[in-house]
C-alpha cells in the first residue's frame, strides 16, 4: 500500500494487526477499569460495540435537562 503524507509517499509493505481485548476497548470508549464486564468474551465486544461512551452520555443529559 502506498500512502502520501504531507506530500511525502510512504510505502507500508504489511500491517500487523490484532483485535482489541473487550477491556481496552472498554478504556477507549471511556469505562473506568473497575467497570464489570459480563459474559463472554464475544458477547463483551458486542456490548460495548452498542454502548454510548459514559462522558458524552452525561454531556447529552446535562444538554437536555
Known amino acids: 500500500v502506498t500512502v ?3 506530500g511525502e ?3 507500508i509493505a504489511d500491517i500487523g494487526m490484532r483485535m482489541l ?3 481496552e476497548l472498554a478504556r477507549a470508549q471511556g469505562f473506568p477499569d ?3 464486564l459480563t459474559g463472554n ?3 463483551q465486544v458486542e456490548r ?3 454502548s454510548v461512551c459514559p462522558v458524552m452520555a452525561e454531556v447529552l443529559v446535562k ?3
Open 4 to 6: 502520501e503524507v504531507d
Open 48 to 50: 460495548i460495540g452498542n
Open 63 to 65: 444538554a437536555n435537562y
Open 41 to 43: 468474551a464475544t458477547s
Open 21 to 23: 481485548r473487550p477491556r
Open 34 to 36: 473497575d467497570y464489570k
Open 9 to 11: 509517499p510512504y510505502v
